[in-house]
């Protein structure tokens, strides 16, 4: 059995965001992809916009109960009409002089039914853009909030996955996220630090089923050997490690610059995009070494295929990842 635990970097930077980001997910989806998107929406979506860009009041108000899981963390970017497109946001946050007037909708929200404060983005000054959207801390027992359905999904049904209702929410002016017009700019933000958690989901998932696999294919025989001994099951075997050594070293560099305060928003969506990529081509894998059984319930390789597809869609979809890197290298070209 391999010993993921023995790849974990001794780093003396300080972990912060390796662990919060990556090695939480990474380990829970070996097992159960709902428990690592639970964690991971509520650490890098729920707390993590109000502990990078909240005032000292916020990060006291909020933080302490966040982070010691006393209560989740919600996040609402997705609209019905804003999906990848997230600058067509048409929830509203009217300025009423000592408030703001939330309204709208936001779907698709990990944690929705059960988080306690969510970080919303609203359009608060029309006509200006991505720079008339802000971003808000809103409470879940304010008057004119309504947890609305919950999705039936194809994976991580484990996941609580909703659609949340804003109707003349009335949103203190203390609870306005950072400085006004800035609410695009933290989601990007925001998100660039997610697709490292996503990334380490896929990576879990990846090598929950290899490790699946490699139980099930050195315990099974077929014509008076065992399916591992033959040498396709070995080619097999041998790309699926490949592939998920490579996208442990992408997710890995992420974190590192993000720990170290450096640039990352193309490392991230590399690792992401690989990684994701990546753990589709495993799972099927693991699924095709199993035989029959790996496309019924008595082996959790099926479930593992299953939750990862939600990995090449959210926290931008594989589309947009490729958008972000091609972007980054003409950049970087043209300013060289």
Not at 77 to 100: C, I, M, N, R, W
Not at 118 to 131: F, H, L, M, N, P
């Amino acid at each position: 059995m391999v010993s993921w635990a023995s790849r974990i970097p001794k780093s003396t930077a300080a972990p912060e965001w390796i662990t919060l980001h990556m090695l939480w997910p990474w380990k829970k989806s070996r097992v159960c992809g709902s428990t690592a998107l639970g964690l991971a929406a509520h650490v890098s979506l729920g707390c993590g916009p109000i502990y990078l860009f909240g005032t000292e009041e916020q990060k006291k108000k909020y933080l302490p109960d966040l982070c010691a899981g006393k209560h989740m963390g919600g996040f609402g970017l997705t609209e019905p009409q804003a999906g990848s497109d997230a600058g067509a946001t048409q929830t509203t946050a009217v300025d009423k002089g000592d408030h703001f007037l939330l309204n709208g909708t936001k779907v698709y929200c990990t944690n929705g039914s059960y988080a306690k404060t969510y970080v919303v983005s609203a359009v608060a000054e029309k006509g200006k853009g991505t720079r008339g959207i802000s971003c808000f801390i809103v409470e879940r027992d304010w008057d004119g909030f309504a947890v609305g359905k919950k999705e039936r999904k194809l994976g991580v049904r484990g996941s609580d996955t909703v659609v949340l209702h804003f109707h003349d929410v009335k949103i203190p002016k203390e609870n306005l996220l950072g400085k006004p017009g800035e609410g695009f700019k933290q989601m990007l933000i925001t998100l660039d630090g997610g697709r490292i958690s996503i990334g380490s989901m896929s990576l879990g998932l990846a090598e929950g089923a290899y490790l699946e696999t490699l139980k099930y294919v050195t315990g099974r025989k077929a014509f008076d050997q065992r399916i591992a001994d033959f040498q396709a099951t070995q080619f097999k075997l041998a790309d699926m490690l490949v592939s998920i050594e490579a996208a442990r070293h992408l997710i890995f560099d992420a974190a590192r610059k993000k720990d170290d305060g450096e640039e990352f928003s193309r490392e991230a969506a590399m690792a992401k995009l690989y990684a994701s990529e990546m753990a589709a081509r495993v799972t099927s894998q693991a699924i095709q070494l199993h035989g029959g059984y790996g496309y019924i319930r008595e082996y959790p390789v099926e479930r593992m295929f299953r939750d990862n597809k939600l990995t090449e869609i959210g926290e931008g979809t594989s589309e947009i990842q490729r958008l972000v890197i091609g972007r980054s290298i003409l950049k970087e070209w043209e300013s060289a």
